[in-house]
């Protein structure tokens, strides 16, 4: 089975991206950075950029909602939106929501924004505010749509994103999921859900089903922050796995290699493969595979990273191929 399978076209979402991308490009001008594409969007602010990303946890919200366990959704779409924007550098400002329902009730939607103000307490940013919709007959009943935007800052000095930074040489670091994270859920839901009820528990993953799909997304960013100084570049893997995340930051002649035999991918990720059989390449452009920040550094900083246990999965190589995972 392929993603697409599932409903969701990698492809034609990436074709419809580049050309949303023209329009942001030529709408914003010179006030900011032509980089529409890459992990959050740039504005130029005196000696600072301001960076700002917005996302959802898609159809993860659907277990959620089949269990009625609401109070972790919103940590989930707060460390996927904080590790969007460390990837260019940034530390997180402030955080904004927008939850859409047709019929929701009301100890739901407390929960929802609970999680989303710890989750942003955790994080030290503020939560300023947001939009509440209730749209009759729209989703429904019970189903509610979560999407959140943040914005932090980075000195123009510490940017990360410029490409010339990473050479031939580097190595690829790899920092551990928790699962899932936000991604891949619409396959996973038609593979697992044929076999098995959210409450089954599997021996394979010592919890229910359940459980392991509510995993929350992790924040790596206490993780990376007080080693940034070190990073040459980030990629969080979400949608479009190791082959378009690590793409966005890969300078015109170089190219990415990911050894995937030094590491063991999560038992999740092996029963998904296994009972959809679904391609091997295939689930390493859709799932993380138990990887969730690519971290790019120079081979000679790795001692400032062996405190938070990373594996070395890959490295920088000569070329223009984009990205193998071998």
């Known amino acids: 089975m392929l993603y697409k399978d599932a409903g969701v076209d990698i492809d034609s979402l990436n074709l419809v991206r580049k050309g949303i991308g023209k329009h942001v490009t030529k709408t914003f001008g010179r006030r900011t950075r ?14 600072d950029f301001l960076i700002s990303s917005c996302d959802s946890v898609g159809t993860k919200i659907l277990i959620a909602c089949a269990t009625g366990i609401h109070n972790t959704i919103g940590a989930d779409l707060v460390n996927h939106c904080v590790n969007d924007i ?12 927008y939850i859409g329902f047709s019929k929701v009730d009301r100890k739901t939607l407390v929960n929802v924004v609970s999680g989303l103000a710890k989750a942003c307490t955790r994080e030290r940013m503020v939560l300023v505010g947001g939009e509440t919709a209730q749209l009759t007959r729209f989703y429904p009943d019970g189903v509610y749509d979560l999407v959140g935007f943040v914005v932090g800052k980075v000195r123009k000095k510490d940017y990360l994103i410029p490409m010339k930074r990473i050479k031939v040489g580097d190595i690829i670091l790899g920092l551990k999921s928790s699962g899932l994270h936000t991604n891949g859920y619409s396959l996973a839901r038609r593979v697992l859900l044929r076999k098995y009820r959210l409450s089954s528990y599997i021996r394979e993953l010592k919890c229910t089903l359940a459980q392991e799909l509510l995993k929350v997304h992790r924040s790596y960013r206490k993780e990376i922050e007080p080693r940034l100084r070190h990073v040459k570049g980030l990629a969080h893997i979400t949608g479009g796995g190791f082959y378009d995340n690590l793409r966005r930051i890969l300078p015109p002649d170089c190219s990415a290699v990911i050894r995937k035999k030094t590491w063991q991918p999560l038992p999740i990720f092996r029963l998904i493969q296994n009972l959809g059989k679904v391609p091997e390449e295939e689930m390493y452009r859709v799932f993380n595979m138990g990887i969730g920040m690519c971290v790019i550094i120079d081979r000679n900083k790795l001692r400032n990273f062996k405190p938070i246990r990373p594996k070395i999965i890959g490295e920088i190589v000569k070329g223009n191929l984009g990205v193998k995972v071998d």
């Open 34 to 47: 032509s980089e529409y594409g890459l992990f959050g969007g740039i504005y130029s602010i005196d000696s």
């Open 86 to 97: 460390l990837t260019t550098g940034a530390l997180p400002l402030f955080f904004m929501d």
